[in-house]
């Protein structure tokens, strides 16, 4: 008997030793001292990339994979290089004619994203700090979607089994919306209305991107895509070289990285188009409306928007139906014509389009537009009047003040304004605020009126139109800028924007070309869109993400 009970305690005893190996063996990711970085930074010519933290302190990222740690084992490096034909820099109707074909399913192109999420994430001379979470349910959802296949047709131009990342602003049902704060850290929500569309189109969810925390009206003067949650976000065409513009950091990285089929980012004033193109991305926001902003963490319910941002047009397009809806929870909601939806043609020539003169100075925005003046365009070299966006914080303050509370009324959190966030900051400010709360600081401190608001936005749009009045005087189908360098006008004249891959400076930064159209052109705008990557296609995946 005492043989016996030996034998056993024997055999706990190596069963255990093996799951604990087991575990270990697992660990892809690991922590590193990243003090010699950081003093190497303090050196970068630009004051924003001089980062005090780079790792995240709050995620371990080997819980955020545990959950896929069976179906990973078995999805081999060998399965990975097999599919990167089909699926790396892919369009959605390419992936979809794939998976119709047979050479794909929609649970091995998810396994394909999370292996790979996995490989660069967790390589400490690659790592971008993109993700701060995933959807532990998107194996299973992924088997569902291919049983579904069986039993319906899947158009080629549908998000129907396709991976999608949302900005980590974006509430989510069975993840916490934590907006790169640690006040949110445990933030449980119910679907924002855009999510909720997704889903009713077939998305799969596939986790939360970082972000510049709070959308970066947080800190002043602080490094783009930081976040107490996530970290530092990187740019892959030059890690701890170029910035990754913001809010929409991780959004803008991921995309170009290839971590999922697209992503979806929010924009204020240059939240969509700045990342997309310090990241060689299609970024488009739209007319302030267009998408529900209901369920979204906010800062102004006068100039916040959601938008797709895709590796190419296409995808923007088919993303942007996939969101579509009238919110009756969003006062701006409004739906758009069939008309309004239509594509009337995929070609530059004949087209009337507005050219900064003093942009024209720009070798590669100049080399553009002789490209696109070749392609049968008309330019128009226009200097528009240059208004005031005096009153421009004030709006973005008073409007916070109020907003955020309104979205924290009915969650399980415990600090509910601005006031309170600033207070619960201070009391580990390394941490939770390394770089300081100025903008929520100014919030807080700005008592400005019901009349003297009213009066500020009026002036802004005010602003936005008299800068804009070119497109009427001079018939223009659309006005061509440079990255976000127009943003700003843009969102108070509440103008929607696409920016698209030009090219690439001598350093090897991304640089972008962005069509500023009308209210509600956005499916005009990717009309121009699409006839002019076709011409240009300028996008490289980034050097060493291959």
């Known amino acids: 008997m005492k043989h016996i009970i030996t034998l056993l305690v024997i055999s706990i005893f190596i069963l255990t030793g093996c799951k604990e190996q087991e575990k270990k063996a697992i660990q892809y990711f690991k922590k590193y001292d990243e003090t010699t970085e950081i003093a190497e930074q303090q050196n970068h010519e630009n004051s924003r990339m001089k980062f005090k933290l780079l790792q995240s302190k709050f995620i371990d990222m080997n819980e955020v994979f545990e959950p896929f740690q069976k179906e990973l084992a078995q999805f081999s490096k060998e399965n990975y290089q097999s599919l990167k034909p089909i699926i790396l820099e892919q369009s959605i109707p390419s992936i979809q004619q794939s998976i119709k074909d047979g050479k794909l399913t929609y649970e091995k192109l998810t396994l394909f994203y999370l292996y790979r999420i996995r490989k660069f994430e967790s390589d400490s001379t690659k790592y971008l700090n993109a993700i701060i979470s995933l959807n532990p349910k998107v194996i299973a959802e992924a088997k569902e979607k291919d049983k579904e296949l069986k039993q319906r047709t899947v158009a080629n131009e549908s998000v129907f089994g396709m991976p999608i990342l949302l900005k980590d602003n974006i509430n989510t049902e069975n993840l916490p919306t934590t907006a790169g704060a640690f006040a949110l850290k445990n933030n449980k929500t119910n679907d924002a209305f855009i999510t909720k569309q997704l889903k009713a189109n077939g998305a799969l969810i596939l986790g939360k991107v970082n972000l510049s925390e709070w959308a970066y009206y947080f800190c002043s003067g602080c490094p783009l895509g930081y976040s107490a949650i996530g970290g530092q976000t990187l740019n892959p065409y030059g890690r701890k070289i170029f910035e990754t513009g913001g809010s929409s950091s991780g959004s803008g990285v991921a995309t ?92 530059l020539e004949g087209k009337r389009l507005g050219v900064f003169t003093a942009l024209l100075n ?60 600033v207070a619960f900051n201070s009391k580990d400010s390394l941490l939770r605020a390394p770089y300081g709360q100025q903008l929520f600081e100014g919030i807080v401190k700005d008592s400005t009126t019901t009349e003297e608001f009213a009066k500020v936005k009026s002036n802004l749009k005010k602003a936005g139109l008299t800068f804009y009045k070119v497109f009427e005087k001079d018939q223009l189908d659309a006005i061509l800028s440079i990255n976000n360098y127009h943003a700003a006008y843009s969102a108070v004249a509440e103008y929607p924007n696409l920016t698209i891959p030009m090219g690439y400076k001598e350093t090897g930064e991304p640089i972008n070309l962005t069509f500023i159209g009308l209210p509600k052109s956005e499916f005009k705008l990717l009309s121009l869109g699409m006839a002019f990557e076709k011409l240009t296609k300028a996008r490289k995946l980034p050097k060493d993400y291959e």
């Not at 997309?276 to 209901?294: A, D, E, H, M, Y």
């Not at 800062?299 to 088919?318: A, F, Q, R, W, Y």
Request: hydrophobic share 35%.
């Open 256 to 347: 170009a990285v290839n971590y999922a089929v697209a992503t979806i980012g929010t924009e204020t004033a240059g939240s969509i188009t700045s990342p997309s193109s310090q990241n060689s991305v299609v970024g488009l926001k739209p007319t302030i409306g267009l998408l529900s902003r209901s369920g979204i963490v906010p800062i102004s319910s006068t100039l916040d928007t959601p938008g797709p941002m895709t590796k190419n047009v296409v995808d923007s397009h088919i993303l942007l139906r996939a969101l579509l809806g009238k919110d009756t929870s969003d006062q701006k909601s409004f739906e758009l014509t069939e008309d309004e939806k239509q594509f009337k043609t995929q070609s």
């Open 362 to 421: 720009d070798s590669i925005y100049k080399r553009t537009i002789d490209n696109i003046k070749s392609a049968g365009a008309s330019i128009v070299e226009i200097a528009p009047e240059q208004t005031s966006l005096q009153g421009f914080l004030t709006l973005l303050n008073i409007d916070m003040k109020h907003d955020l509370p309104k979205y924290l009324a009915d969650k399980n959190i415990t600090d509910k304004t601005v006031k309170d966030l």
